[in-house]
């Protein structure tokens, strides 16, 4: 199955209009279970055809003939006036038809890819308008949204779900092979055995999950109300993949950590999958090293303040050598015998559900 992995261009981020509206807004107003999908799921099933343009300034301009409608939409009058030739205009914010069997001549020298005269007067409308534009075609049987650039075919819930779905199953495989590459890393940060290899396995398979779960998104917005499973299942599986991402690159960052996001952020896909590539990318280093992180993300575990981890890394400097201190060692630094009873005890308890490969 072919994923896609570019999730800007995907949700539309790229595109965007004056009003910084994006290709994922306009997706959500033809989901399924929307009263504007449902007209055109009408119209598709009566084997209809029709073009829907949405008003926008200056766009009378291409208009010629028809008649003023000017009433409330309904998807019941949107199908019975898709029985006439010609395009029905919808207001701006979709609430009201204005007018209907017009006749919409576009600037004929924008590019189209489009071959039938209903769907290539849809793309070039869109094009010089930057305006939402459906066309509804019976002989094809489906509904191609445009906006500006963007093309899209409104496919059926059916489809989009198994997509979906085969996606999230995709998604749980490389979960799996994250969440073993992060148990390693606990133990070689546990032991002073880390290395720039290590910490970049674990955040090249954060960074596939993203790209992963930004496709889900862009199905969930397709699916509308019927997503609701597929949205669980993805929640469950991405929890708390945000700040453990976050953690490690301050871990191993410090105030780099935004740049190195963005490097990861943009990519290309191919690059991503070779681990060596992202070594030399971000650590800057043309061969794997040992590497010790500052230990914010394994001592956040125990609930200690962000005050009393940096005391402790500051005093010990890596983390074997946090877990391998003496009582006294501890007093030193917390100053508090009751608390260093707790701290090591937790410390303890730590220690042993990382060696046992249990996840914390």
């Not at 409330?72 to 006439?84: G, H, N, T």
């Not at 500006?148 to 799996?176: F, M, N, P, Y």
């Not at 962000?306 to 007093?331: C, G, N, Q, W, Y």
Request: aromatic fraction near 4%; include cysteine.
């Amino acid at each position: 199955m072919d994923i896609k992995v570019n999730p800007e261009k995907d949700l539309g981020k790229k595109k965007k209009n004056a009003d910084e509206t994006t290709f994922i807004d306009v997706l959500k107003i033809f989901s399924p279970g929307t009263v504007m999908r449902t007209a055109f799921d009408d119209i598709l099933r009566a084997r209809m055809g029709a073009l829907v343009v949405v008003d926008k300034e200056g766009f009378s301009s291409i208009c010629e003939g028809g008649f003023k409608v000017n009433c409330k939409f309904s998807s019941q009058r949107l199908v019975e006036l898709a029985k006439m030739d010609g395009a029905i205009i919808l207001s701006s914010d979709r609430k009201k038809i204005l007018s209907a069997n017009t006749l919409l001549v576009p600037n004929i020298n924008l590019h189209t890819s489009e071959t039938g005269t209903r769907h290539r007067a849809a793309e070039r409308t869109s094009k010089q308008f930057k305006t939402i534009v459906v066309a509804v075609s019976e002989r094809r049987n489906k509904i191609t949204l445009y906006w500006g650039d963007e093309k899209h075919v409104l496919e059926k819930s059916s489809e989009i779900l198994r997509r979906a779905t085969e996606t999230l199953q995709i998604l749980e495989k490389q979960k799996d092979i994250f969440e073993d590459a992060l148990l390693h890393l606990n133990i070689l940060e546990i032991t002073n055995l880390a290395t720039t290899s290590d910490v970049c396995n674990v955040l090249q398979r954060m960074e596939i999950i993203r790209r992963i779960s930004e496709s889900v998104k862009r199905y969930l917005v397709e699916l509308g109300k019927e997503g609701i499973i597929v949205s669980m299942r993805l929640k469950e599986l991405t929890r708390n993949l945000s700040s453990e991402r976050e953690m490690i690159l301050i871990d191993y960052f410090k105030s780099r950590a935004p740049k190195i996001k963005t490097l990861l952020n943009n990519m290309n896909f191919d690059f991503l999958l070779e681990t060596s590539n992202i070594v030399r990318l971000i650590f800057e280093k043309l061969h794997d090293e040992s590497v010790s992180g500052k230990g914010e993300r394994i001592l956040s575990k125990i609930n200690l303040l962000e005050k009393e981890r940096r005391l402790l890394m500051t005093h010990f400097k890596t983390l074997d050598k946090v877990f391998d201190a003496d009582k006294e060692s501890l007093l030193e630094i917390v100053q508090r015998q009751a608390i260093v009873d707790s701290l090591k005890e937790k410390l303890e308890n730590l220690r042993e559900k990382i060696l046992n490969g249990k996840r914390i």
